[in-house]
T-cell receptor, first 113, second 113 residues
Framework: DGGITQSPKYLFRKEGQNVTLSCEQNLNHDAMYWYRQDPGQGLRLIYYSQIVNDFQKGDIAEGYSVSREKKESFPLTVTSAQKNPTAFYLC????????????FGPGTRLTVL | DAKTTQPNSMESNEEEPVHLPCNHSTISGTDYIHWYRQLPSQGPEYVIHGLTSNVNNRMASLAIAEDRKSSTLILHRATLRDAAVYYCILRRLSSGSARQLTFGSGTQLTVLP
């Protein structure tokens, strides 16, 4: 089955630690995205990548980093510089055409203690 | 990007039609209207999109006003599984390389048995 996987579903970390969230897709999509969602809010874009070895900052990139070494993988690192890292993190992918739908993964709920 | 305005919440009875409104009075000629929905603790799911003409697919219908300043997502027969937050999103064709979706707060749809 084609789709997007994110792991783990729940993640707990101590304050001051970096943590990397995994996102893998087997849809052969060129574009991948990371969003953050806080309770009762819509999604906000962190980073996106339209092609391997290229990525751009979204609206709230500070305190986050990404890499895109493979087409199917787009890991997100939440660094200790991120002031409020506790949130629901969603990864998505799409074909490069502007109006193709985005396919979302199940999300990772990160809690920093 | 142009803004959208949606009611915070709506209720519907099971097996009845639901009309979810969206106002986008500052829409430009190159803005597509997209709808996504998000079930609790899941990633958003694409529902439908359109530009000027009304659109139908297996999930829903999209009715677009003649002046394009508003649109309505129509679920023909609501089921309990349709209870979700519904997001109306505008995507500008002329935004260059930007492919992200800009989410507002959406409409929380409650379906009553």
């Amino acid at each position: 089955d084609g789709g997007i996987t994110q792991s783990p579903k729940y993640l707990f970390r101590k304050e001051g630690q970096n943590v990397t969230l995994s996102c893998e897709q087997n849809l052969n999509h060129d574009a991948m995205y990371w969003y953050r969602q806080d309770p009762g809010q819509g999604l906000r874009l962190i980073y996106y990548s339209q092609i391997v070895n290229d990525f751009q900052k979204g609206d709230i990139a500070e305190g986050y980093s990404v890499s895109r070494e493979k087409k199917e993988s787009f890991p997100l690192t939440v660094t200790s510089a991120q002031k409020n890292p506790t949130a629901f993190y969603l990864c998505a992918s799409s074909q490069r055409d502007l109006n193709n739908e985005q396919f979302f993964g199940p999300g990772t709920r990160l809690t920093v203690l | 990007d142009a803004k959208t305005t949606q009611p915070n919440s709506m209720e519907s009875n099971e097996e009845e039609p639901v009309h979810l409104p969206c106002n986008h009075s500052t829409i430009s000629g190159t803005d597509y209207i997209h709808w996504y929905r998000q079930l609790p603790s899941q990633g958003p799911e694409y529902v439908i999109h359109g530009l000027t003409s009304n659109v139908n697919n297996r999930m829903a219908s999209l009715a677009i006003a003649e002046d394009r300043k508003s649109s309505t997502l129509i679920l023909h027969r609501a089921t309990l599984r349709d209870a979700a937050v519904y997001y109306c999103i505008l995507r500008r064709l002329s935004s260059g390389s930007a492919r992200q979706l800009t989410f507002g707060s959406g409409t929380q749809l409650t379906v009553l048995p």
